[in-house]
Each structure stands twice: as C-alpha cells, then as structure tokens.
C-alpha cells in the first residue's frame, strides 16, 4: 500500500502541470463579470472552461427567461380577473429563474467541462446553440410532464 501512494502524488503532480501549461498557452484576460453584450456579440473564440461555461449560462438563462416570460404573460392575461391565480404568473417566473439558476448551471458546467477535457475551443455561436437548446428541452420535459399527470 506504501508504494502505491508515492506513484499517485506523481500522477497528480503531472497532471496539474500539464493543465497548467496548457491554460498559459491560451492565456486571455477572461473575466466572469463580462457583459452580456461580450456575450451577445460572440468576438472571441472561447477557450477556458470558465468562459465556455459563463457563455453557456448566459445564453440559456437569456431563453429561459424569454420563454417564461411569454408564459407569464400568457397566464397573467388569462386569469387577470381571478383574485388568487392572477399571481400565478410570478410564481412562473421565479420558478423559470430558479430551475435556470440550479439546473443551467450544472448542465452548462457539464458541457463546458467537456469541451474543455478534450482541448476543444468552443465558438461562440456554439455556446448559443447550447444554451437555447437547454432552455427549449427543458420546455419539452415541462409539457411531457404536464401530459403525463392528465
């Protein structure tokens, strides 16, 4: 068992060098607090796996909230002269910000995750179709759920 335990610390030790001198390679002043607009305008190849997974994110938290808000709307418009259910609505809208905030950013970070692993740059139009693909299956599983309990 003793022997074992000095070949891990080696393992270990070339593996975080070899990362590192892969992230100094592409060394860029990424900041996470970049705009939305950096985003939306998609300039730059992404490279580092904290701005793959912050384009990701922003992009699906960006549809997510276009497509609950549609809904909002829609059910505010629809039961406006109920005295209880005209809330409804805001409880759309906070449950559409919160399954982005818990299950966009786990997912983002898988894919990020992935390309990052295989040394893949990832265009920015990419990240877009990435996000606006999470945010369109999670509005296919919510209508397969709602099908399911009628």
Known sequence: MSQIVPHC???LSLYSVDVGATDEIYARDFQPGDSIFTVLAGKYSLKFFAEMWYNIFLWELFASFIIHAIAGLI???ALRKHN???WYSAVIMVVGLLSSLTTGVITSAAIAGVYRASNIE???IYAMV???GQAACKVGL???K?????
Request: proline residues 4%.
């Open 122 to 124: 990832l265009a920015p």
């Open 84 to 86: 209880l259910m005209r």
């Open 130 to 132: 990435w996000g606006v």
């Open 75 to 77: 059910a505010f418009v």
């Open 146 to 150: 709602i099908l399911a309990s009628l």
């Open 9 to 11: 610390v080696l393992l």
């Open 142 to 144: 919510s209508f397969n």
